[in-house]
């Protein structure tokens, strides 16, 4: 049995693969857009707070007579003169000498070497996260350095890092939305062509059409072409079979009829031998006569009305068992329309109460019912039966029906062929009525 994966339609298999590298690429891709952009943001709010630092640094002195740091610029921004604001400057030698901002008010800044310019988060004195930049400087005459400092809240920045991730994400989602409804659109119309061709293998195994529609692509359509031939030659082996069975079987009818009128001048003890020799090889030719002409579940098989097929038949049989005193009655559940070929109905039928006019004794029924596609024939008899074990017997594999019984086994053999060309299965059991009671089904049923 196949497996799931191996079963799964193209159409699936595409929309799978290119889920994969949507899921896979758009991610990475969004990654890389939000870490670059959160660098990117991160640097100019860097670079905006280096800024201000110059200016700190630009406007300290010191006073070496009273040995004080003082401050003269202006930096132009409320936010440094509100307490706790969030914006801070601080100097200091980490010493006696310490100058900050007012909006630092009694709270310092922790402060770490760096000679050169760096930039490093912290928390703050209520707190809030801090981005702070800052670096060392030599005054003079002052002989060590001072540690210049600015900070900000970097809530703001925090805040406009994760605005950007939630829009460029859900812009993902969205994109991903829409490329997989492109590519589902782009996958059907891709496949429109195979689900065409597909109908017309359908038509061809209903028997609506005779060959594949070649109005494809190019791809498409040389493969069409090539099932076409593949049908045509196929079509054309059977028939020749059908026409070399058939001329075979009346070749061989001629030197039999010769060779039953040379019977009569054979001595009698010897004529009874040979008479049963003659009636197994004529058995035999109008075995696989009928054989020959069966249609079986070829590509080419029209929906037809069983009863229409029949009716002639039945008529027949009904007024041939009239003159038995046989009461032969039909029983319809419904009249199906099914993809038989109207010989090959005809025979199985045929050969069915023709069997069971032989053997019935005063009542032959036969029944036809449906379900779903199944097609249900049963034909029984009153006549004397068969046990268990030899219907069992007649079924096994590798038996022939017609050695059962010898005088109607041939045309149960014939159906049993012409069953198993349609796919059906053949049964026979003990009759309700109580002689033979002989039900097929066929997946024949076609429903308008």
């Known amino acids: 049995m196949p497996s799931l994966r191996a079963r799964r339609s193209i159409a699936t298999r595409l929309l799978l693969a290119a889920l994969a590298i949507i899921g896979l690429a758009l991610p990475l891709a969004g990654w890389l857009l939000s870490h670059h952009y959160q660098r990117t943001a ?11 630092l110059n200016v700190v640094i630009a406007g300290v002195t010191f006073d070496p007579v009273r040995q004080t740091l003082g401050y003269q610029s202006a930096l132009g921004d409320a936010r440094f003169d509100q307490v706790f604001s969030g914006w801070y400057w601080q100097i200091t030698d980490q010493g006696e000498h310490r100058l900050a901002s007012r909006s630092l008010w009694d709270q310092r800044l922790p402060v770490t070497d760096s000679r050169t310019l760096s930039a490093r988060s912290l928390e703050g004195p209520r707190g809030q996260p801090l981005r702070v930049v800052e670096r060392d400087i030599y005054l003079a005459p002052l002989s060590s350095p001072l540690h210049v400092s600015v900070a900000a809240d970097e809530s703001s920045l925090q805040a406009d890092i994760l605005g950007f991730q939630q829009l460029l994400w859900l812009g993902i989602v969205a994109l991903s939305a829409l490329l997989l409804g492109v590519l589902a659109l782009q996958v059907r119309f891709g496949l429109a062509p195979l689900r065409r061709m597909n109908a017309h293998l359908r038509a061809v195994e209903q028997g609506a059409a005779s060959r594949m529609d070649t109005r494809l692509p190019e791809e498409l359509a040389t493969l069409a072409g090539s099932m076409n031939a593949v049908l045509a030659r196929d079509e054309r082996l059977i028939e020749r079979g059908r026409h070399a069975a058939g001329n075979l079987a009346h070749a061989l009818k001629t030197p039999l009829s010769v060779m039953r009128l040379q019977l009569k001048h054979v001595e009698p003890d010897q004529r009874e031998r040979l008479d ?98 199944t097609l249900t024939l049963s034909v029984a008899d009153d006549g004397p039966g068969m046990s268990e074990s030899e219907c069992t017997a007649a079924l096994e594999r590798g038996k022939r029906l017609d050695e059962q019984r010898s005088e109607s086994g041939l045309g149960l053999a014939i159906v049993a062929d012409l069953v198993a060309l349609y796919g059906g299965t053949l049964t026979l059991s003990r009759a309700e009525i109580g002689g033979l009671d002989v039900t097929l089904t066929l997946p024949v049923v076609v429903h308008d």
Do not use: C, Y
């Not at 991160?42 to 201000?52: K, M, P, Q, S, Y």
């Not at 005193?325 to 099914?338: A, F």
């Open 42 to 52: 991160v640097e100019a709010f860097d670079e905006r707070l280096e800024a201000t």
């Open 276 to 373: 049963t020799e003659l009636a197994r090889i004529d058995a035999a030719v109008r075995h696989h006569l009928a054989r020959a002409s069966a249609a079986g579940s070829g590509p080419a098989l029209a929906s037809m009305s069983l009863e229409k097929a029949l009716d002639g038949l039945i008529e027949g049989l009904t007024r041939l068992a009239a003159r038995r005193q046989i009461s032969l009655t039909p029983r319809w559940q419904t009249r199906p329309r099914v993809r038989l070929d109207q010989q090959d109905a005809q025979e199985i039928v045929g050969n069915l109460l023709d069997n069971a006019l032989r053997w019935a004794q005063s009542r032959v029924t036969l029944s036809i019912a449906i379900q779903g596609a």
